[in-house]
């Protein structure tokens, strides 16, 4: 790949402030410092970019990356971001006010170009204001996008909001290219009964806002999502899948940089779990993560505890301190359940539990031979490159759809969707662990070996840096 450009563009990077929006969008930046010899301005908010500080190693930045920061309204005294309603609506606060100072921001940098995320509008508000070229970011699944454009006909259908009495199986037959694999409980968590209309609206908005975008980048690849990304390109000629781009990042700079970066993560890492896991089988433990922002009720949290008990499996769970709703720290009752109190298990013990893991070096661990996820995209795409299928509990979002593809498209998991009981929680990972183990290991394999090609040199994922390089060099 050639780096050495005549003229260094310089691109302001403009993430949602959430964890699974922020991690990818500093990857790509790294990849574009790195692979492009460009300049990326890193526009974080206040607390976010107060925490990514904490977490960054030396040596963690390429030449040519700066951060900056704007105002928001997190108490400063949050130590992390925190899961309960009222966090996330904060997230949705913190960013409301911040167009004047981004516009300001904008103004003095004069950049080649920015690559807002595809729901922070603000970014593209101010690229068309000021003239300067904007390329949407979208942080989900190719398949997911595609089923965001579709709300509006949604809605003029009377699909959505679904019915708080609906048959939840009823197959979705209106999106072009989906018919016959969603049913109504596939749509994403916003489609159903008792979202208020504000949050509705709110993506509603922001998915027509992409639109004024002139390309759009994914974190995904066209072995995976090759027909969605297809479709995508008829609203955005300009197609960029560069995932997945932990791969793409560690294939690039694999010389510079250890697998151990943080790359973007908010959150102290506790490494004690990968001694636990040099202690246990190969392909033995079952991974448990439920990324940065769903919360689990404490009745579910206790199903979910003597699911995985009664599944003789050992197993590795991130429960961080506002895993559970409504607690501020995770209840005392289930902590003595638990035992959770103790931290990060002994050699020989059945079970790990941290407050924040090093998920990528987990997943890629020897131990690991399943992955309990909600499926929220970045950890799908790691799952997927890891070449670890997965058992599916989503929540929020788009973790509905990604699940759903997961388990009956791609075949590479199982979805227990809606149901958390003890009884299931211990069959799903019985079977993906045992009973069906074969069959879908044999998916994940063949998917793992496509990520993978993909991120090498020749790959499309790769090839697909050099034209979104190319690209932005030509707006110079
Ligand atoms: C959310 C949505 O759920 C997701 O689908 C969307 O695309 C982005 O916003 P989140 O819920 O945090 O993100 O999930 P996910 O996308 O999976 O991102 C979590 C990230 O945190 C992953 O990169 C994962 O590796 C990292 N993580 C999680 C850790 O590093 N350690 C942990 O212990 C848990």
Redesign the pocket.
């Known amino acids: 790949m050639d780096r050495q450009p005549t003229v260094a563009p310089h691109v302001v990077f403009l993430p949602f402030p959430?964890?699974?929006?922020v991690?990818p969008m500093f990857m790509l930046a790294k990849l574009l410092c790195h692979v492009g010899g460009f300049q990326a301005t890193f526009v974080n908010t206040e607390h976010n970019h107060a925490l990514l500080q904490r977490t960054l190693a030396a040596g963690d930045l390429p030449a040519g990356f700066t951060f900056l920061s704007l105002p928001d309204a997190v108490p400063h005294d949050r130590e992390q971001q925190q899961s309960s309603i009222s966090t996330v609506r904060e997230l949705f606060n913190s960013i409301r006010n911040s167009k004047p100072d981004f516009r300001r921001l904008v103004a003095e940098l004069s950049p080649t170009c920015i690559i807002a995320d595809g729901i922070m509008s603000l970014g593209f508000d101010v690229a068309v204001e000021l003239g300067i070229p904007v390329i949407a970011f979208r942080?989900?699944s190719a398949v997911c996008a595609w089923v965001y454009f579709h709300l509006r006909d949604l809605i003029e259908q009377r699909v959505v909001p679904i019915p708080a009495d609906a048959d939840m199986d009823q197959p979705i037959t209106s999106i072009p290219g989906l018919e016959g694999i969603l049913r109504r409980r596939d749509l994403p968590s916003i489609c159903r009964h008792g979202t208020p209309p504000p949050i509705l609206n709110f993506f509603l908005r922001e998915t027509e806002s992409m639109r004024r975008a002139s390309g759009l980048i994914l974190n995904t690849f066209d072995g995976l999502e090759g027909p969605l990304i297809s479709r995508l390109s008829t609203i955005f000629p300009k197609i960029f899948p560069v995932g997945p781009l932990h791969g793409l990042l560690s294939n690039v700079v694999k010389e510079e940089e250890p697998l151990t970066a943080s790359n973007g993560?908010l959150k102290e890492?506790d490494r004690s779990c990968m001694t636990w896991l040099d202690s246990q089988p190969s392909r033995s433990v079952i991974f448990v993560?439920f990324?940065?922002?769903?919360a689990l009720t404490e009745a579910q949290f206790v199903e979910f505890w003597h699911g995985l008990v009664n599944s003789g499996k050992p197993f590795l769970w991130?429960v961080r301190s506002d895993s559970v709703l409504g607690e501020d720290e995770v209840p005392s009752s289930v902590e003595v359940l638990s035992g959770l109190k103790s931290g990060a298990a002994r050699d020989g013990s059945r079970c790990c539990v941290v407050d924040?893991?090093?998920?990528?070096e987990v997943l890629a661990h020897e131990a690991v031979g399943g992955f309990l996820t909600?499926s929220?995209?970045?950890?799908t795409v790691?799952s997927v490159l890891a070449g670890v299928s997965m058992a599916c509990w989503p929540r929020?979002?788009?973790?509905q759809v990604n699940s759903r593809a997961v388990s009956d498209v791609w075949r590479i998991g199982l979805d227990m969707k809606d149901t958390w009981d003890r009884s299931t929680v211990e069959k799903t990972v019985r079977e993906l662990m045992e009973g069906r183990r074969d069959e879908i290991m044999k998916s994940t394999i063949e998917m793992a070996g496509m990520a993978r090609g993909s991120v090498e040199e020749g790959g499309s994922s790769y090839h697909n840096l050099e034209k979104l390089i190319v690209y932005i060099r030509s707006m110079c």
Not at 291 to 294: I, M, N, R, Y
Not at 356 to 360: G, K, L
Not at 396 to 399: E, N
């Open positions: 959430a964890q699974g929006h991690k942080t989900f993560g890492e993560s990324g940065s922002l769903v991130v924040w893991a090093p998920q990528v909600h929220g995209w970045n950890s790691e929020l979002s788009d973790q």
